[in-house]
């Protein structure tokens, strides 16, 4: 007896042609309707056809049976009855008497092939399979284009195409356990769930072996399946599996087959079936070429976008290569100090006078007091002499005294313990424990009250620090770098700064000259502050204009550096494009005494040789001709004042060589 079925099972319909004399229904793979929901119970009920009619009995499955909308424990079937199994309708068509053997036109496994009537048509509709798989460019709807074409062609059940993950350099290596199932599908186009579990590695393996295609009209009955035990796992009856080869070698397999019916692959279609695989297997490496093609384009595309970062950090570089180049070229042919002072711009000579004072310092341990107005850039010498001396390898620290209340300044250069003070809630170490075997660099020493004088002075000649609410000495080895705006000589006479303290710093000297009195350093110094600039706020740098220039060496700089570092980042942002005279702040555009900034004719050499001509005669002026004061107003070495004289031809008798002084180093 027979009993033809509508399936429908989650969105999917399906007819279907069964013998009996059971047919089993559950989740089970080994059931005659497989059917993966949690609602079904692994052997849920059966169809008995063994006897006059149709029985159903629910094998004692944990959701129950539902025929005609009511439940029931068995019942007798006829056509047009419902059943329901968990989310799965099915719905008798047809009983019928007679052998298992069914006829073509009742089976759901009808062959594109088989209804064709000449091999002309065949090969049309093989070509338009084959063209299909070139079309198609997308890899997982390939791979089940490729299943599906496969099992329309032959008339089977379900359908399998098998590969490695990755690709393998030795074929002749790959074993079935390296084969994944990449696609598994039901001829009604319904993907298969656990697709590894429904195919037999041992069916994979002779084909990988023998690299030819395996044909079986019956597999229960095939000798060369004796022993397999995957075979009756999996109730396999006719089975076709086909080699999927390019580049010499097997790189997969493609399986179709069916458990319901022997003999459903014919002999005489195995032919165009191979010819499939072997479209198929076009279809595949080229499949694998576009991905390779798509990660190498990724990979140019990270490898684009990692040297366009490059470049915008190569061009941040570069835009202050200009001013850097100035000041190599403003350095040519003049000796260089000996330290490596690249932080530091400045050509003039007054620069010059401060790099060889460095060079004096630099190997040395003894404390260095470092004087300037405000802005010249004393934490830049500190940190030079750091850097070129024999401690650059540890510690540099640097605190400004004048920035941190007098309460806690203690704390912070000598450490605290915890519970010393009210917010002590852990032990810290101070600046001094912090910079031991390096540098301490203390900015605005002149800011340090009498009582922090004293304590500092204590530690200085002891080399020891007591942390506040301790009892125990530390020992520390720190040179002392100190700095301060303020005339520390005069604070000394005046009571507001301790002479032994004073003189114990004050044992190394180096004085920074003002940016009004270092002229020649102006354009190279705004260039490249204003690249610096630019570079930090990632815009391009516009051109300082030769009448910019002049304006900027006219202005006096009581700020100094800083000041002009300001006025630089200013023009960046007010004048990204081009910076004009009218761009400066009103304070640059005009003098002290109220006289525009103009362009001046000429060469701006020969307009800041002028400048610098007029402040050496008015700076001699002031000191009534005494080369040594006058070169101390000026920032300069008396030697350099005595160059600067023979360059601008002052006669020696116009000045008076009273009054000579050692300059300190």
């Given at each position: 007896m027979t009993i033809r079925l509508s399936i429908e099972h989650e969105g999917n319909r399906r007819e279907q042609v069964f013998a009996g004399p059971l047919v089993s229904i559950g989740r089970a793979s080994d059931n005659d309707i497989c059917l993966l929901n949690a609602l079904i119970s692994r052997h849920h009920c059966q169809f008995d056809l063994s006897g006059e009619g149709v029985w159903l009995e629910d094998l004692a499955s944990a959701n129950g049976v539902t025929v005609n909308g009511l439940k029931t424990r068995g019942a007798s079937l006829c056509v047009g009855d419902m059943i329901e199994v968990g989310s799965t309708a099915l719905k008798i068509l047809e009983i019928g008497e007679g052998d298992v053997a069914l006829e073509e036109e009742d089976s759901p496994f009808r062959t594109i092939l088989s209804e064709l009537p000449d091999e002309r048509e065949k090969l049309r509709v093989f070509a338009r399979l084959t063209r299909e798989l070139s079309k198609e460019q997308d890899s997982i709807s390939l791979f089940k284009l490729i299943v599906d074409d496969a099992i329309a062609l032959l008339g089977g059940e379900r359908g399998f195409l098998m590969f490695p993950d990755s690709e393998v350099e030795d074929a002749s290596a790959i074993t079935p356990e390296e084969m994944k199932v990449h696609v598994a599908r039901s001829f009604d186009g319904a993907d298969i769930a656990l697709p590894s579990t429904r195919v037999s590695l041992n069916i994979v393996k002779s084909v990988l072996e023998s690299g030819e295609s395996l044909l079986s009209l019956d597999a229960a009955q095939d000798e060369r399946f004796e022993g397999f035990g995957s075979i009756d796992g999996l109730r396999l009856k006719s089975v076709v599996c086909l080699p999927v080869s390019y580049a010499g070698a097997v790189r997969g397999v493609l399986i179709v087959d069916n458990r319901l019916r022997q003999g459903v692959f014919k002999e005489e279609d195995l032919e165009i079936a191979e010819l499939f695989a072997d479209q198929a297997a076009v279809a595949l490496q080229n499949a694998r070429r576009r991905q390779e093609?798509?990660?190498?384009?990724?990979?140019?595309?990270?490898?684009?976008?990692?040297?366009?970062a490059l470049n915008t950090e190569l061009g941040k570089k570069v835009k202050d290569q200009g001013a850097e180049l100035s000041v190599v070229r403003a350095e040519l042919g003049r000796e260089r100090a000996r330290g490596d002072y690249g932080a530091i711009v400045g050509a003039s000579d007054s620069m010059k006078a401060v790099f060889e004072s460095l060079d004096r310092i630099m190997e040395s341990s003894l404390p260095v007091l470092i004087t300037g107005e405000s802005g010249t850039g004393k934490e830049l010498i500190a940190r030079a002499i750091h850097k070129n001396g024999a401690r650059s390898k540890r510690p540099f620290i640097s605190e400004n005294c004048s920035a941190i209340p007098e309460s806690l300044l203690e704390s912070e250069l000598f450490g605290h313990v915890k519970g010393a003070f009210t917010g002590a809630h852990r032990t810290k170490k101070g600046l001094f424990e912090t910079a031991d075997s390096g540098t301490l660099f203390l900015d605005e020493i002149g800011d340090m009250s009498p009582a922090m004088q004293a304590k500092l002075l204590r530690v200085l000649q002891e080399g020891k620090v007591r942390p506040v609410g301790s009892d125990k000495l530390i020992d520390v080895d720190v040179r002392l770098l100190a700095a301060s705006h303020r005339d520390l000589a005069k604070q000394v006479s005046e009571g507001s700064f301790r002479e032994d303290l004073f003189y114990r710093i004050h044992v190394l000297t180096v004085e920074l000259p003002p940016l009004r009195e270092r002229v020649d350093d102006i354009p190279i110094l705004a260039e490249h502050l204003l690249a610096r600039a630019g570079r930090e706020a990632d815009r391009p740098v516009p051109v300082l204009p030769q009448e910019v220039i002049v304006a900027l060496?006219?202005?006096?700089?009581?700020?100094?550096?800083?000041?002009?570092?300001?006025?630089?980042?200013?023009?960046?942002?007010?004048?990204?494009?081009?910076?004009?005279?009218?761009?400066?702040?009103?304070?640059?555009?005009?003098?002290?005494?109220?006289?525009?900034?103009?362009?001046?004719?000429?060469?701006?050499?020969?307009?800041?040789?002028?400048?610098?001509?007029?402040?050496?005669?008015?700076?001699?002026?002031?000191?009534?001709?005494?080369?040594?004061?006058?070169?101390?107003?000026?920032?300069?070495?008396?030697?350099?004042?005595?160059?600067?004289?023979?360059?601008?031809?002052?006669?020696?008798?116009?000045?008076?060589?009273a009054g000579e002084a050692k300059l300190e180093p």
């Open positions: 093609m798509s990660q190498h384009s990724l990979r140019l595309e990270q490898s684009r976008r990692e040297i366009a060496c006219k202005h006096n700089w009581p700020g100094n550096v800083r000041e002009l570092e300001n006025e630089m980042r200013r023009l960046l942002v007010l004048a990204p494009e081009q910076i004009v005279l009218s761009s400066l702040s009103t304070a640059v555009r005009e003098t002290p005494g109220g006289v525009k900034a103009r362009a001046l004719e000429g060469d701006l050499r020969e307009t800041i040789a002028e400048f610098e001509r007029s402040a050496i005669e008015a700076a001699l002026e002031r000191a009534g001709g005494n080369k040594s004061q006058a070169a101390r107003a000026l920032g300069i070495s008396r030697f350099a004042l005595q160059r600067k004289l023979d360059k601008y031809g002052f006669e020696t008798g116009d000045v008076s060589e």
